[in-house]
């Protein structure tokens, strides 16, 4: 599938490009109101595609060593600070660790964390300490298996446009199959990435990865394993799950404050049913 896709490899000049259009996507982004940007330099998206040295074989400024690789991060960085101003919040994702085939390179722990101390030295506001994958899989998602790809006919379609073979659709799905059984669901999944960059930055370390209780929120905070949490998919079932954890503490009443688009009773009505009742 993936040796079909058209590949076109940046020369050094269209990098720097590159570079000036984060800055200018970033001026943007303050022009339009938004406190701060993050860079997404995992997931096996672009930036993290040139920190790898599974993908990255450049020869130029921007390969070879872990800071040549590293050196996109570096002058993004520097682009956004001169057009969006150095006082624009930026974060950045920072892979520790990249799980990859036996014996194929890939971004060590050792090398994550030096990354980490790079972004502080070049001016990003918190890091955010990864896992990533260079294969198709749930190990990102950590135990969930995409059921989408066979019971979503939208996405089975667009599926099957991307991979109209049947035998390269059994090879991703089977990827897929394998990450979610290999990667089960694990509370605080990168508890272990956070805390070590914690003792190497001064700067804010944001923890993020199967966080879905406020007790685990308070307890990387109050243990100083993090200065911030982040929730991603909690927010799908609950837009309010912010507003609602901090209510918890207020009682039963509190709970069943909703927001102006909630019109119809919801899990947090049953939470607050089961609270009074075993009171």
Avoid at 37 to 45: D, G, R
Avoid at 204 to 215: D, K
Avoid at 250 to 259: E, F, I, Q, T, V
């Amino acid at each position: 599938v993936f040796r079909r896709a058209p590949v076109h490899e940046l020369t050094t000049d269209e990098v720097h490009a590159l570079c000036v259009r984060y800055g200018q996507v970033a001026a943007w982004a303050r022009e339009a109101g938004y406190d701060g940007i993050q860079l997404a330099s995992s997931n096996a998206k672009l930036i993290d595609q040139f920190v790898s040295p599974f993908w990255n074989r450049r020869t130029d400024e921007f390969g070879g060593s872990p800071d040549g690789r590293a050196r996109l991060l570096e002058v993004i960085r520097r682009r956004i600070g001169e057009r969006a101003g150095w006082d624009f919040t930026c974060t950045v994702k920072v892979p520790v660790g990249e799980k990859a085939p036996p014996f194929a390179p890939r971004t060590t722990w050792d090398e994550g964390l030096r990354l980490a101390q790079r972004c502080e030295e070049w001016g990003y506001d918190s890091v955010t300490p990864v896992e990533v994958s260079v294969f198709p899989d749930t190990t990102l998602s950590r135990g969930g298996i995409p059921a989408s790809i066979w019971r979503n006919r939208a996405i089975a379609e667009r599926f099957r446009t991307a991979a109209p073979r049947a035998f390269e659709r059994r090879v991703i799905e089977a990827g897929y199959v394998a990450g979610g059984v290999t990667s089960p669901f694990r509370p605080v999944w990168n508890r272990s990435r956070f805390q070590a960059v914690k003792r190497l930055v001064a700067i804010p370390v944001l923890a993020v990865g199967g966080i879905r209780t406020a007790a685990e929120v308070n307890d990387i905070v109050d243990s100083g394993d993090a200065d911030l949490v982040g929730m991603g998919r909690p927010f799908y079932a609950e837009a309010d799950l912010a507003a609602h954890k901090r209510a918890l503490a207020a009682g039963p009443a509190a709970l069943r404050k909703k927001s102006p688009a909630d019109e119809l009773p919801g899990v947090w009505d049953l939470i607050a049913q089961a609270v009074e009742a075993a009171q």
